[in-house]
C-alpha cells in the first residue's frame, strides 16, 4: 500500500510518500509546496492544485492520510489554510482517493508516544527541571528534592482559601484574576488545599495509604513527587461541596471554560489516567502561564502532552 500523508497550509503544503508491505514502511518521497505570498490568493490556490496534482500522478497513492484543523483566534489565517485544504481535498477526490484525517494530537502521540506510560512508576525517576518555573514538570517520573521551597509562599487569605493555605505570591496574583473573573459569573470558587512541604506530602500520602491501601498510588504522590510541593498546583472546589461532586457543578464547568485563560489547567483530567498516572480529579488545577494552558487547552492534551512535544522536543 501506497500512502501520502499531507500537511496543508497556504504557504507551505508539506507531503510524504510512504509504502507499506510486510508490516514495515519504506519511504518513497517528500517536499514541500510553497506558494509566494505576492501572488493573489487564487494563484496560490491554484498553485497547490496544480502542485499537488503533479504529486498524485507520479506517485499514485492508494488512500491519503490529512492533519485536521484545529480552532484558532485567528480567523484570516483559519480561513485560508481551510480553503487550501479544500484545495487539497478536491485534488484527492478527483482521483477518488480516500482520505484519513487525524487531529495534531494523533500525529504527535503517533511520533513521540505516549510520554511515560510504559515505563514503571517512580522507576529511575530524574530530578524536575526548578529552572523552567511555571513550567516544571513534577510526577511520577520527575521529582523535587526534600528540601525545595518555591520563592515568596504566603498564608493565603480566607477570602480565597480554606484556613492553614500557603501558596507563592505571583501565582495567587494570577489565582485572584481568575477568582473575581469567576465572581462575577455567580461563580463561587475555593482553594480547599495549594502549597505542601516535603514533609507534609510524606504525611498526606501515609494517611491517603491507611485509606486507599494499595490503590494509594492512583490518588496520592510519594513525597517529593507531588506538585502541591511546587506551589503550582490548588485544589479548588465550591463551598459545600466534596471532591467527588465538583464536576457536577456550574464553578467547574466555569473553570473548563475560562481557567486557560488565566493560565490554569485541569492537571489530571478524565480518560487521559494513562498518561497522567493519576486517577481523574475534577478539582485539581494547576498554574503554568497563559501561552502554554492556552495550547494545552486548544489541543486537548495533557500537561505531561505538553512538555514532551513542546518543551522537551
Request: aromatic share 14%; with cysteine; hydrophobic share 35%.
Amino acid at each position: 500500500m501506497r500512502v501520502l500523508g499531507i500537511d496543508p497550509g497556504l504557504a507551505h503544503v508539506g507531503f510524504g510518500v510512504v509504502d507499506f508491505e510486510n508490516n514495515r514502511l519504506s519511504l518513497v518521497s517528500y517536499g514541500v509546496i510553497e506558494t509566494a505570498s505576492t501572488d493573489s490568493h487564487e494563484v496560490r490556490l491554484l498553485a497547490i492544485y496544480n502542485r499537488l496534482m503533479a504529486v498524485i500522478d507520479e506517485f499514485r497513492p492508494d488512500c491519503a492520510e490529512m492533519e485536521t484543523l484545529y480552532f484558532a483566534r485567528n480567523t484570516t489565517s483559519a480561513m485560508a489554510v481551510s480553503e487550501a485544504k479544500g484545495v487539497i481535498t478536491l485534488c484527492l477526490a478527483q482521483h477518488a482517493i480516500p482520505v484519513f484525517q487525524y487531529t495534531p494530537n494523533q500525529i504527535k502521540k503517533a511520533v513521540t508516544g505516549n510520554t511515560n506510560a510504559d515505563k514503571e512508576e517512580y522507576n529511575e525517576p530524574r530530578k524536575a527541571d526548578i529552572e523552567k518555573k511555571e513550567l516544571m514538570l513534577v510526577n511520577k517520573y520527575n521529582y523535587l528534592e526534600e528540601n525545595y521551597t518555591p520563592e515568596n509562599v504566603k498564608p493565603i487569605s480566607p477570602m480565597y482559601a480554606y484556613d492553614e493555605n500557603n501558596a507563592p505570591e505571583e501565582v495567587m496574583e494570577h489565582y485572584k484574576e481568575m477568582f473575581y473573573a469567576a465572581k462575577n459569573d455567580g461563580m463561587d470558587l475555593i482553594i480547599s488545599s495549594s502549597y505542601r512541604s516535603y514533609k507534609e506530602q510524606k504525611e498526606t500520602y501515609e494517611f491517603y495509604e491507611q485509606i486507599k491501601g494499595e490503590n494509594v498510588k492512583n490518588y496520592a504522590s510519594l513525597p517529593g513527587f507531588s506538585e502541591h510541593q511546587t506551589g503550582l498546583a490548588f485544589d479548588i472546589l465550591t463551598t459545600g461541596v466534596m471532591t467527588d461532586d465538583f464536576d457536577k457543578t456550574d464553578e467547574f464547568k466555569w473553570l473548563m471554560d475560562n481557567s486557560y485563560k488565566y493560565g490554569f489547567i485541569l492537571r489530571y483530567p478524565k480518560d487521559k489516567e494513562y498518561i497522567t498516572k493519576f486517577d481523574y480529579e475534577s478539582w485539581h488545577f494547576r498554574y503554568v502561564g497563559i501561552d502554554a494552558a492556552k495550547v494545552i487547552h486548544d489541543e486537548n492534551i495533557t500537561f505531561e502532552e505538553y512538555y514532551a512535544y513542546y518543551i522537551e522536543k
